[in-house]
């Protein structure tokens, strides 16, 4: 067994466990909350995360911490922990999902990929060996190899050398990250790699890919390429068709997912760490999450109502502000509105995986699943 990660508990699929990091033990499951330029956007501080909100991790982004302001600036300034002065763990992304999503040319070569900023349009060139060496100087908690990320659906053929490459790309982050790590003007001799299985919804090649990345023996392993327009169910199949192929002695990360339902039903097949912008993105648009369901809080028939956002919720934004005093921070425009909505739901997904793991340990998951996971879907009706 890992002697990093420790299965507390399971029931069913659902699993309960600690995963002990150079800057802390990650109770799981986890939702990490995404700061993408070392900050959670709107107007959430780092010292907001740790003293009111829960979070047990920071999730960055290698490709636009390379764009600005440039990796070699942040390990001037001591790392990531220093620079945002969060103390905690951090997983950086690595680029590769950036570069496929964000670059309108791009040129992929058995190296790496050579394309275009899309800040300024400077040439780049990013591969396994150069992500390695970005997340090093970042001294992040977590690395994620660098792999390519395939536009869903592709063709099974191009599909199958794509994972191929992804797997001989991982070879080489292992290697260059164990290089990094024994050298002593590195920050983080103790970083740690995580593998991203891919494979589009093809079954097959989700399987093999990930007994071939499980084999390198890695700190955790992620299921990359979903969410990104499949059908609810096809994620779920694809989860419950690679999870039984995941060591169970590791972590499991979902990439990008999501919901709190998705949340929920992906802790039901196994999962148990989680990355989304959905809460901070559509908070900062007014969608708010609550135990009773979603709201959109700068609607009319909040105009004047006293309660705060979630009746249920003790967060610092539901203690001391009403829906109508929200709701008239957003039509005023004010900066204040976006700040209390990304506050509220970061605080809800954080207190959300915390219930999961409670339910976990008392043997009453199942029960909490088929309660919230319909509920905390639908719209708001009071």
Not at 34 to 53: C, F, M, Q, R
Not at 84 to 87: A, E, G, I, K, Y
Not at 224 to 246: K, S
Not at 280 to 289: E, I, K, L, P, Y
């Given at each position: 067994?890992?002697?990093?990660?420790?299965?507390?508990?399971?029931?069913?699929s659902a699993r309960r466990g600690e995963f002990h990091t150079p800057h802390g033990v990650i109770q799981t499951?986890?939702?990490?909350?995404?700061?993408?330029?070392?900050?959670?956007?709107?107007?959430?501080?780092?010292?907001?995360?740790?003293?009111?909100?829960?979070?047990?991790?920071?999730?960055?982004n290698t490709y636009h911490l390379h764009v600005?302001?440039?990796?070699?600036?942040?390990?001037?300034?001591?790392?990531?922990?220093?620079f945002?002065?969060?103390?905690g763990p951090i997983l950086t992304d690595s680029g590769g999902f950036q570069v496929f999503s964000l670059a309108k040319l791009r040129r992929i070569k058995e190296e790496g990929v050579y394309f275009n900023s899309h800040v300024d349009g400077r040439k780049i060139f990013m591969g396994p060996e150069e992500s390695m060496q970005i997340q090093s100087k970042l001294a992040s908690t977590i690395a994620m190899a660098f792999d390519e990320c395939v536009e869903n659906p592709a063709e099974h053929d191009y599909s199958k050398a794509s994972c191929e490459r992804t797997t001989r790309w991982l070879v080489r982050c292992k290697s260059e990250m164990a290089r990094l790590n024994s050298l002593d003007e590195t920050i983080n001799r103790e970083q740690m790699l995580f593998g991203i299985n891919q494979g589009c919804t093809y079954t097959d090649l989700r399987i093999e890919h990930m007994k071939q990345i499980t084999e390198l023996d890695l700190d955790g392993y992620?299921?990359?390429?979903?969410?990104?327009?499949?059908?609810?169910?096809?994620?779920?199949?694809?989860?419950?068709?690679?999870?039984?192929?995941?060591?169970?002695?590791?972590?499991?990360y979902l990439m990008g997912v999501g919901t709190p339902s998705n949340i929920i039903e992906a802790v039901h097949r196994g999962v148990d760490f989680f990355d989304c912008v959905m809460p901070?993105?559509?908070?900062?648009?007014?969608?708010?999450?609550t135990w009773e369901g979603i709201l959109h809080a700068p609607n009319k028939r909040f105009e004047t109502d006293p309660r705060p956002l979630d009746p249920?919720?003790?967060?610092?934004?539901?203690?001391?502000?009403?829906?109508?005093?929200?709701?008239?921070?957003?039509k005023a425009?004010?900066?204040?509105?976006?700040?209390?909505?990304?506050?509220?739901?970061?605080?809800?997904?954080n207190t959300l995986t915390q219930r999961i793991r409670d339910a976990i340990e008392n043997g009453v998951f199942e029960q909490f699943r088929r309660y919230y996971s319909p509920l905390l879907e639908k719209m708001c009706e009071d």
């Open positions: 067994m890992s002697e990093k990660f420790k299965l507390l508990m399971t029931e069913g499951p986890v939702f990490m909350n995404v700061g993408t330029a070392a900050a959670i956007k709107g107007g959430v501080s780092s010292v907001d995360l740790a003293n009111e909100l829960k979070t047990q991790v920071e999730l960055c600005r302001p440039g990796e070699d600036i942040i390990y001037k300034m001591g790392g990531l922990h220093k945002m002065n969060w103390l992620a299921i990359g390429g979903l969410a990104v327009g499949e059908p609810t169910e096809v994620m779920y199949d694809i989860i419950e068709t690679v999870e039984p192929f995941m060591p169970t002695d590791k972590p499991r901070s993105r559509n908070a900062r648009h007014g969608t708010v999450f249920h919720c003790d967060c610092p934004v539901c203690r001391n502000f009403s829906r109508a005093y929200i709701r008239h921070l957003f425009g004010e900066q204040l509105a976006g700040r209390l909505t990304v506050m509220h739901n970061l605080y809800f997904y």
